[in-house]
């Protein structure tokens, strides 16, 4: 039981972990940072000069707005690479009507809104989208907030139960080796003697539990790391962890072990005050 334990806990730990991390590469990363999306022209009615005049009129009334520290095109083979987890090793073969895109870089300080980007563009070309990459960040991080209190609950729902499978075992137990228990008061032993053994046991169940549990959630981690192949793929985000957050996971086994403890101490000494 608390080798199961152990193992939803880690889980939790690991999922939150990563999900965690990843918002706040992504904060870092898209600070500042916007898209224009250029639409391509109905079959017909332009051709690719007419596209790329666009682009650099785009261009140059970014260049010019103050705020706006950078704007780039983004090049055929960031496209390709972008689309490749989607379609594939032929995203550069596929005849896509793709936009084109240009990357953004403006001051946080300035101002400078996708709106006001929008509206600048306009008069020059009206199809052209602006797209905030903060706004969508924003909602994401939402998630990652309502995440960590499910698994802040998780986790106490665990520890919970963790205690309650202890207290159960413990009294268990005690009743089995009652007359034991009151063989050995005869004899003079205290109270405190008879926990010790009882808490010697049940660090050494958190102990073995743990370590199980949480070897299994690690394995579990790594098989679906490679069956979902996450280096490759646009969904799923790679699972990195920072070196305080390992050392969490390590020491999981030692605060369960603590946990059973004193768990069973407590409930060993109160069941005998009891008793008497």
Known sequence: LIGFMVFLAALTLIATSAVTNLAARWDTGL???????????????????????RVETVLDVLRSRSGVVRAEPVSQARMNELLRPWLGGNAAEADLPLPKLISVTVD?????????LEEAIGPAVPDAVVEDHQKAL??????????????????????????????????TGL??????????????AHDSYVAAQFQRHAMRL?????????????????LLSQLAGLPESAVI????????????????????????????????????????
């Open 237 to 276: 985000p790679e699972v990195r962890l920072a070196v305080w957050q390992w050392g969490m996971l390590v020491l999981l086994p030692l605060i369960t072990a603590g946990i059973a403890t004193v768990t069973a101490r407590v409930t060993v000494l109160r069941t005998l005050a009891q008793m008497e």
């Open 108 to 116: 946080p300080g300035s101002g400078v809104t996708a709106a006001g």
């Open 31 to 53: 600070t500042g940072r916007m898209t224009v999306q250029i639409p391509p022209p109905a079959p017909g009615t332009a051709d690719t000069t007419d596209m790329a005049s």
């Open 206 to 222: 958190g102990l073995v539990g743990g370590t199980i549990g949480l070897g299994l959630a690690l394995a579990t981690v790594l």
């Open 138 to 171: 924003g909602r994401f991080l939402d998630v990652v907030w309502t995440v960590k209190m499910l698994a802040l609950l998780v986790l106490g729902l665990v520890a919970g139960a963790a205690v309650i499978t202890v207290v159960f075992v413990t009294r």
């Open 175 to 188: 009743a089995v080796h009652r007359q034991v228990i009151e063989l050995l008061h005869l004899m003079g």
